[in-house]
């Protein structure tokens, strides 16, 4: 029981950390096409009037860089041999990483749109649909690759625990949009995007 609770509070910590990534990546697509970008915690913020374009690749920057953050997070399990905190949160952030996918995937069949997949996906010329099924591909290679790096003690036999830590994993991802939005959201301005959307509208 300790085990599972220690790996919960690393599961926390490796919530917000690739949460930021996430944020981060948006902003480092932005910025290499010299659109001024800032972010906050759980949303990135172009600063200027963008094109449709410029936003389809800033919205890809989030997801890839997920992606990259679950890739390098088993090749530094891999290469360190004794257990520790360190080892654990890696652990932590390989499944964070699966947990994103799964979450946006989730929101995206339950809305009928995909939001920032529908903008990443137009680049290939594809929808929402398209990119959820490369979502699900990332998500059962994530787990397999968390697997097969050893992980925790926990395996996929213990589905309820997983279960819980998902469920754990949005409450708190959640929680922490909801608190970011009331602090810093209506800071950032909303900006035109070329094909007549708005992005970060502020409520009237």
């Given at each position: 029981?300790?085990?599972?609770l220690?790996f919960?509070?690393?599961?926390i ?12 990546g948006?902003?480092?697509f ?27 690749i800033g919205?890809?920057?989030?997801p890839l ?6 890739v390098?997070?088993?090749s ?21 990483g699966?947990?994103?996918f799964?979450?946006?995937s989730?929101?995206a069949l339950?809305k009928?749109?995909g ?9 290939l ?14 998500i059962a290679?994530?787990?397999?690759l ?5 992980g925790?003690?926990?395996s ?8 819980v ?5 949005v409450?708190?991802?959640v ?6 939005q ?14 007549g ?8």
């Amino acid at each position: 029981m300790r085990d599972r609770l220690r790996f919960l509070l690393l599961l926390i910590v490796a919530a917000i950390v690739s949460t930021l990534l996430h944020e981060l990546g948006h902003c480092v697509f932005y910025w290499a096409q010299g659109v001024p970008a800032a972010m906050s915690v759980t949303k990135e913020y172009p600063l200027t009037d963008i094109t449709a374009s410029q936003y389809a690749i800033g919205s890809a920057g989030g997801p890839l860089f997920s992606i990259a953050a679950v890739v390098l997070a088993v090749s530094l399990y891999r290469r360190r041999r004794e257990a520790g905190p360190l080892k654990g949160f890696l652990s932590a952030l390989i499944l964070t990483g699966a947990f994103y996918f799964i979450l946006r995937s989730l929101i995206a069949l339950l809305k009928g749109r995909g939001g920032e997949l529908d903008s990443a996906a137009s680049l290939l010329g594809l929808d929402y649909r398209a990119a959820i099924v490369v979502f699900v591909a990332v998500i059962a290679v994530s787990f397999y690759l968390w697997i097969r790096a050893g992980g925790p003690r926990f395996s996929l036999k213990h589905a309820g625990y997983f279960v819980v830590l998902l469920i754990g994993y949005v409450i708190f991802v959640v929680a922490l949009q909801s608190i970011d939005q009331s602090l810093f959201w209506a800071k950032f301005p909303s900006v035109e995007i070329g094909d007549g959307r708005v992005y970060n509208a502020h409520p009237s």
